[in-house]
């Protein structure tokens, strides 16, 4: 019964490629995000979105986009994928602009190769 | 610019001893102030809460003290214990309006030797 759930865990591709995270939560939250974890631990959204509106951090490179294909998903692509994209990405939910809390999922670790 | 700054960076007490890891935050538009625990391998899991109209928060062994006029928030951990090993953030976000996401502190790694 994972509330936040990412797929794959791990995820190994050469420089150059297009990749795809997925991202599902059954929480009934309202909002969902994502965010990126350098090789320090350093936590930073990336985007913010709901079935209303998509907030995207402006330094976040136009190689990612977000997809929401309904309220209970929101993947994540990356486009011709750099060195500096290896990092852990966590997906994560929240209701009622996060006044209950976060959920994050367990993270997906992209290493580019 | 860090609109959140977390020390100590890393962290190592004694078992049963009381850990502390303090936050200043900059943008007095923050309203939440959340504390997450994160083990290796799993994600940030929201740890203990606070909003600036209290001074304090407790649950159980780990508390949060907030000082509104200095800008800054403290958690303390009482009787540490070797489970308690992780990374912790500190959080800060604006309740209403703009981006509605967390401004993470860059993390302290806790060690509670045995």
């Known amino acids: 019964d994972t509330a936040v759930s990412q797929t794959p865990k791990y995820l190994v591709t050469q420089m150059g490629n297009d990749k795809s995270i997925k991202c599902e939560q059954n929480l009934g939250h309202d909002t969902m995000y994502w965010y990126k974890q350098d090789s320090k631990k350093f936590l930073k959204i990336m985007f913010s979105y709901n079935n209303k509106e998509l907030i995207i951090n402006e330094t976040v490179p136009n190689r990612f986009s977000p997809k929401s294909p309904d309220k209970a998903h929101l993947n994540l692509h990356i486009n011709s994928l750099e060195l500096g994209d290896s990092a852990v990405y966590f997906c994560a939910s929240s209701q009622g602009q996060g006044r209950y809390g976060y959920t994050f999922g367990s993270g997906t670790r992209l290493t580019v190769v | 610019q860090q609109q959140v700054k977390q020390s100590p960076q890393s962290l190592i007490v004694q078992k049963g001893g009381i850990s502390i890891i303090n936050c200043a935050y900059e943008n007095t538009a923050f309203d939440y102030f959340p504390w997450y625990q994160q083990f290796p391998g799993k994600g940030p899991a929201l740890l203990i809460a606070?909003?600036?109209?209290?001074s304090e928060k407790k649950e159980g062994r780990f508390t949060i003290s907030f000082n509104k006029s200095a800008k800054q928030f403290s958690l303390h951990i009482m009787d540490s214990q070797p489970g308690d090993s992780a990374t912790y953030f500190c959080?800060?976000?604006?309740?209403?309006?703009?981006?509605?996401?967390?401004?993470f502190g860059k993390g302290t790694h806790l060690i509670i030797q045995p």
């Open positions: 959080a800060a976000k604006i309740s209403q309006g703009g981006a509605d996401g967390l401004t």
């Open positions: 606070i909003r600036p109209d209290v």
